[in-house]
């Protein structure tokens, strides 16, 4: 069964500085997708940012960007110039042909 | 992106009554829906998924007679908790994925929060 797995239960990070967030994952599959969600207080999930296991390059959108290391199976998401509103929950996801299971997720606060 | 709608969006009940969640996809066709519940400060467990005319697949551990599943459509997809008791309170989140797209990204309803007394 694939696992995903987030280690840091709470995280912060000072406005407009960089944070990292770490996800593993545990597959024996070669063909998946990932995802980090964010789910703030409204409890809405928001699709942050999604990688192909088949693509080499690394996802970015704007502010957000990933660390995809196959072989490692690691999936790290980076935030530049944290902003207030990116304070919430972030999960990282995986799916393959099948349904998304979810990692644990870490709270990041953002602090002015 | 999509847009995936969940009614009602809280909803109080009495032990032992039915409560019947919804989920919508608006703009997009849904051959698959999935239903997550979350704790609160948990992650999301897979409950069960939906497929369009056929029988939903539950997880090791849900009731299917407890949380009854209907996909009648390609954008509608209903749980049901039956005689729902204060154990079953929770957040549900509906989730749909756009048919044809084996790769399609899954979208998120708001959720439901149910709280039995």
């Not at chain 2, 899954?106 to 007394?117: A, C, E, H, I, K």
Request: aromatic content about 12%; proline content about 3%.
């Amino acid at each position: 069964a694939q696992t995903v797995t987030q280690s840091q239960p709470e995280m912060s990070v000072q406005e407009a500085e960089t944070v990292t967030l770490s996800c593993t994952y545990d597959t024996s599959e070669s063909d998946y997708y990932l995802f980090w969600y964010k789910q703030p207080p409204s409890r809405q999930m928001i699709l942050v940012i999604r990688q192909e296991a088949y693509k080499q390059q690394n996802a970015t959108e704007n502010r957000f960007s990933v660390n995809f290391q196959k072989a490692a199976k690691s999936f790290s998401l980076k935030i530049s110039d944290s902003q207030l509103g990116d304070a919430a929950m972030y999960f990282c996801a995986y799916r393959s042909a099948g349904d998304m299971r979810f990692g644990a997720g870490t709270r990041l606060t953002v602090k002015p | 992106g999509a847009v995936v709608s969940q009614h009602p969006s809280w909803v109080i009940c009495k032990s032992g009554t039915s409560v019947k969640i919804e989920c919508r996809s608006l703009d997009f066709q849904a051959t698959t829906m999935f239903w997550y519940r979350q704790f609160p400060k948990q992650s999301l467990m897979l409950m069960a998924t939906s497929n369009e005319g056929s029988k939903a697949t539950y997880e090791q551990g849900v009731e299917k007679d407890k949380f009854l599943i209907n996909h009648a459509s390609l954008t509608l997809s209903t749980l049901t908790v039956t005689s729902a008791h204060p154990e079953d309170s929770s957040f549900y989140i509906c989730s749909a994925r756009e048919s044809g797209l084996a790769e399609g990204t899954q979208y998120f309803g708001p959720g439901t929060r149910l709280l039995v007394l």
